[in-house]
């Protein structure tokens, strides 16, 4: 019986060009238990990231998913992704910090915004850190 349902999954998934097909796309859902603050960026962005690949969606954060002309019949499908992807974002946010980046048009732009702002910050507290324990 096990074995049953092992080779029909084998087969469903092999047979199944989309390996993410399953993924719910819930706009709601967020991607990481820890919300962005101020303070965390380095390791939010990471597991982020990783979130993302794992959602076959790291391209609208990256570039490497561009959007077509907004003419194209494909751009409303990718628009809705984008979307989606912007509203994991924000939902990975503290409140404060998704008021300031809600109005971003696309989630690359959300996501270049956000690092801009606090990627280079988490810079700083580290050589700090660095420094502190370099001297105790």
């Known amino acids: ?12 998934s092999s047979s199944s060009p989309n390996l993410t097909q399953g993924v719910e796309n819930n706009q709601n859902q967020r ?11 380095l390791p939010w962005s990471r597991a982020v990231s990783l979130a993302l690949r794992g959602r076959s969606k790291l391209g609208f954060i990256n570039g490497s998913s561009e959007p ?4 194209s019949p494909t751009y ?11 509203s994991w974002l924000l939902n990975s946010m503290k409140p404060k910090l998704s008021e300031l980046f809600n109005y971003s048009e696309f989630s690359l732009l959300l ?13 700083l507290v ?3 850190q660095l420094k502190k324990s370099v001297a105790s």
């Open 31 to 41: 991607l990481y238990s820890v919300l962005l603050n101020e303070f965390n960026y």
């Open 126 to 128: 580290r050589i700090f």
């Open 68 to 71: 077509s002309e907004s003419t």
């Open 111 to 123: 996501w270049e915004f956000v690092k801009d702002m606090y990627g280079s910050q988490n810079n």
């Open 76 to 86: 409303d499908a990718w628009h809705t992704t984008d979307q989606l992807v912007m």
């Open 1 to 12: 019986m096990a074995e049953e349902n092992v080779s029909r999954a084998d087969s469903a």
